[in-house]
């Protein structure tokens, strides 16, 4: 797992030297100081021997999205034409203010990008009247999808604290009011969407398959990610069984989005 160090008066070009160690994150503040994020294969006393000090200071790295994303603080960041910001910063017309909270959907996650792509793409291509998030989390998707036109969204969760984080972030955008939530897999609701996105795992994707794809509206668009590339063609065969078709696969860090549409 990795570690954070801290470092307070460590020369002008210590943060290159981590970042030539192999830091996956690292920071100047303004007072001179720098924190950066360790891969567990540095040892502490390897990073004294570059920096040529004795000690360093180090902690627990704080991971984010399940522990999947290692940042040592969220930031804004653009995936397409849309801009995520934290809750605390200033934001502008057209972004998504996201609270800093446990839930997954930070933003930082290849899988939360790759459906954010999908979603805009949809959007652009067929203009769909609502959308389904299946696993919402942090509401990232569903909110996303709001700012971006779609007209209403619902979002569900096993998960009560995740219902309760994307409440949050709903009306720190004030989209609550067109934004509906619901505890439970895609059993617990009915009818049909013509947009769907479940950002999830391999395994309860094929699980659900049978399930899902009924949520799925007349020719509707279904996006599936939280898959390995490994995994591609089991989760793929499991949806395609049940009568979706294949449209296209996009890939990012070794994480795929499979995107189908229905056959019906």
């Not at 954070?4 to 001179?32: N, S």
């Not at 569903?142 to 971006?148: D, F, R, W, Y």
């Not at 069984?241 to 189908?260: D, E, K, P, Y």
């Amino acid at each position: 797992m990795p570690y954070r160090v801290d470092l307070r008066h460590a020369g002008d070009d210590a943060f290159y030297r981590l970042v030539d160690l192999g830091a996956i994150d690292a920071e100047v503040a303004k007072d001179g100081r720098i924190a950066a994020l360790m891969p567990d294969n540095v040892t502490a006393d390897q990073v004294a021997q570059a920096l040529g000090i004795a000690h360093i200071s180090i902690s627990p790295a704080v991971g984010r999205d399940d522990e999947s994303v290692w940042v040592l603080s969220r930031r804004p960041i653009h995936i397409g034409r849309l801009r995520i910001v934290p809750a605390h910063m200033d934001a502008e017309p057209g972004d998504l203010r996201l609270a800093d909270e446990a839930a997954f959907g930070s933003g930082f996650h290849p899988t939360t990008a790759l459906c954010l792509e999908a979603i805009e793409e949809a959007v652009t291509m067929m203009n769909p009247a609502s959308m389904l998030d299946v696993g919402t989390g942090s509401g990232v998707l569903a909110l996303a999808a709001l700012i971006l036109g779609v007209p209403r969204t619902l979002g569900i969760d096993i998960d009560e604290e995740a219902l309760r984080v994307t409440e949050e972030n709903a009306r720190l955008n004030a989209l609550d009011s067109r934004l509906r939530l619901a505890r439970g897999g895609p059993e617990a609701v009915t009818g049909t969407w013509p947009l769907v996105v479940a950002n999830v795992l391999a395994a309860p994707l094929i699980d659900m398959a049978p399930t899902l794809v009924r949520r799925v509206g007349h020719h509707g668009q279904l996006v599936l990610s939280g898959i390995r590339s490994a995994m591609e063609h089991e989760v793929a065969s499991a949806y395609c069984h049940v009568g979706m078709q294949h449209l296209r696969v996009t890939s990012r860090g070794g994480w795929i989005a499979i995107v189908m549409q229905a056959s019906w």
